[in-house]
């Protein structure tokens, strides 16, 4: 069994690059994470398999990325009762519009939370705002973290006035 | 085992009166189907089941309606060989144009055969279509059914000249 | 303080019919919250009191639900640690693809979790399944919510084939 | 008269890249095809010949490229009662919506199989699960195929924990 | 023969009441016309002689009005050397995005003349002009109308004022 | 007073890399034409004199480009009678779909003939089509043209079976 | 000449329940205005006249509005230096984006202050804004309004405790 | 107290090259400004302090700037009585339509002037423009622009001509 709390999952290694925001987000505030390559279209029964252990196997949430018909968030949500964010990922023509609608329009019952097309990073955020919910230190972590994303701002616009 | 040649699936029973056209297509045609009620997201592991016994059933091909993020025809894609048809259904505000993607856009290597929103008469045609490969008789009938199509057509052309 | 778990908020009484499916998902999971009415528009000022005040006053999760160029699940975001599920409502002539754009385009730092369009249901249900993360009671009614919803379409099925 | 199995076609000798996918999907399947170009707009009655010669030429299935106001799959789709594919090909400016329309949005009587954009392998494996219908061989090595590709992700997961 | 001017066609009687206004407007400036049902999908070698036959057969001109993936302006402007002005048509659920796509996006060399959707009162306009380019008559009746419209404007305004 | 043809006309110089293709059609077909910069935004009132004067000036059809908001094409058909053929221009971001709209929906009673995005070689074969209507010259140069097309598609097809 | 502050225009009479609100707002903040039909495409040149003499007819600010090709806001902006508002009016079938993009994607050097579909209410209230760059009684009312407005929300939250 | 009549603002410092445009034009006309970065998302009660105080600070008016769900310019609108003008920039995938939405469909009572993708010069002009109410420097400025960029034009077009 993992001790892992995130488990980060996407279809294919070619999606790597654009999820590795959320394994950097995540590494940046100290929470364990699992990376899989889980595919809902090439692998479904290990996707089964996977979501239906997830909680078992001590994950708190699972961040899936996907592109096109972006099935996996959707899916996985279905087979767990642990929070799913989704991150559509831009692959082919469509400049991830249809994976946006395919990871936000779920039917009723089955929630997926979705980000931005691409951006991966902030699925890990809300990963951590999640699991925040019982950790004073993730919470500790996260006011840091607006606050120093405050702060850059705050003296970009300082430095413009010299 | 159902001796039936294909298999009708959608979500809900709400999506009934849309998928009727394809039941009235194949009981035009004489095509045997059974109708079944399988949701990708909320009966993900019968789904499974279904879509893994369809061939071994006597299945030779599936015909999936769905709405919204429409992940079940692709899913069901993804666990048989069969061809599998896949029905756009309109539900919400976006017109279908989420189902639309989510349906046609699926990644190489898992194809689904995509029809217009809601269009499942043509389902069924493109089913009877397929089958009728092997089957003299259902050529016969699908030329037959072409023929009074353009009869029914042209008729409304020369009754408009009186 | 608020001994509430949730705070659900909109920017006007006329989004409460939408986001209605939101009060009932918390109720049926005996989850509790507060309704508020907080526009990000009209009362700037008090949502960024709201907004800050929320883990303070002991909420947990925030459900934010806007319609047009919907700012308020953002800017609630960028105001609070907490996790923020964002409800994209249809309203005016864009069938919502505005409210989507708007609540899921989040930039880097600031998440919000998106639903489908008018899903407020669904908001519910995530915001269930996060605060289950530390709760075994809640996990219970998940699986069992999940169990019925498997179970009704399974009947329905079943019902199909007499 | 031909023996191949399927009749690739497409508008232009430019589509023949994207096409590619078809041809080596149909290639490593051992089915046959010949590959011809066909325009609905530039050789209309070219196109009405082929279409209507295809069954007595022994071509069991069409596989039809087009981009634009894609007009070849649902011409031809009206002039065989053979399954035709559509394989939307994104040209100009509009990333392949047009296409992608052209080809899905087929009135009732008149059916196209549409696959995601440029996704022409897919059109070649929806070929292939349609001829498997009356073929043990074909179906085998569909079930070969898909076997290999979930080896091939399940090796990915697996090499990413090293 | 024909001795009319322009052939008004479309795929279906059910596309009358939306191209009654060509035909309300070749009757207004006199312009004769003949109306055929003739349909690229399901009477496709009737339209190839029809559109074939058109220049024999007097017409100068061809309104085609279609809807959904709108074939009929293009095959029939690739069939005759006639200038085509298309009518895109809203049938179903897309809200004619796709037909006005369809006829829009003709590739390099056939050529179809869009107007807006649904707004077949133009087309028998921009039949007019075209038409008009070797008669005074039409000319001048163009003028008139031209004319008259902006008098009932300017009327509309000055009634306003009282 | 020109003797030209037909006026093609753009709101920028930028514009004529695409505009050339009307110049290379109508140069191909021997038809005479002037080009001209008369932007809608930048020069209004030069854009209603030359508008105004199009048919006293001797031309008998109008070619105009546009990119973005693009309103030249539908002002200046409201300024004349002469046939107004409207190319949309890609520029900016949108790809070409703000100025596909622009120039498509024109209101009832001022009609613009919409060519594909960036299609201007069709909009000057479009202009040829309807000079065509009064000359059997430029009747034949069409048919001349639109065979050349065919037999360089079949020549492709046919060498492609070598 | 007028001693009116704003130019409340639209193309036709149909607009003006649309553009009510416009009307409503600038009567609400007792700023003085005139209303006209004045269309772009139906009288080209009395919009040129009117938007030239704008100015000197003490008009301050001219609130235009049009729907589908929506050219009349871009067109007087370009015959002016008063400041435009352009309210995007949803008429005919694709749910007022054709005029979003016809009013707000104009060209470098004709800026058009674009407010969203049908909302000429927020055209006044940016009117008013604007006039009291140079007015304390007007920057007192729009303080005024802004303060109602948020009590009405902050009333709205309160009954709601009740 | 700044003495500058605008405030030009954006989110991030990336987004400089886009509103340089805004800066330029401001420039040009002699208008005075102050550039300062202030982020809705990052640091929004800075936001809120800087929108507040702005009409304190002696501005006439706002230019902000925003990509993705681009809230910085309706959340400033609705903190101050300044007319706002909002530049939607293109950020990530979905080709600034996510932003153009986000600034365009402000809620009745909190107006937003918008202008077209990355078109900040449009903006500064539009600043211009609003500001000339009250003084007839500007409105000569404008003017003289206007005219210059009027003879570019027809210079351009005479030049075409030699």
Same mark, same amino acid.
């Given at each position: 069994m993992s001790q892992k709390k995130v488990a980060i999952i996407m279809? @294919?290694? @070619?999606d790597l690059p654009i999820m590795d925001g959320a394994i950097q987000c995540l590494n940046d505030f100290g929470v364990s994470f699992d990376v899989n390559i889980v595919s809902?279209?090439?692998?479904p029964e290990y996707m089964v398999k996977f979501a239906k252990a997830a909680e078992k196997n001590g994950y708190k949430l699972i961040i899936a990325g996907a592109g096109g018909a972006a099935h996996l968030p959707g899916m996985v949500a279905s087979l767990t009762i642990l929070p799913v964010i989704g991150v559509p990922i831009q692959v *082919? /023509?469509?400049?991830g519009l249809d994976a946006l609608l395919s990871v936000a329009?779920?039917? /009723? *019952?089955v929630p997926v939370a979705c980000v931005a097309v691409d951006n991966s990073f902030n699925a890990g955020l809300l990963a951590c705002r999640c699991l925040s919910i019982g950790s004073k230190v993730l919470s500790e972590k996260l006011k840091k973290f607006q606050k120093k994303q405050k702060l850059r701002i705050l003296k970009t616009d300082h430095d413009l006035l010299k």
């Open positions: 279809g @294919s290694k @070619s809902a279209h090439r692998t *082919g /023509k469509l400049r329009q779920m039917p /009723k *019952g």
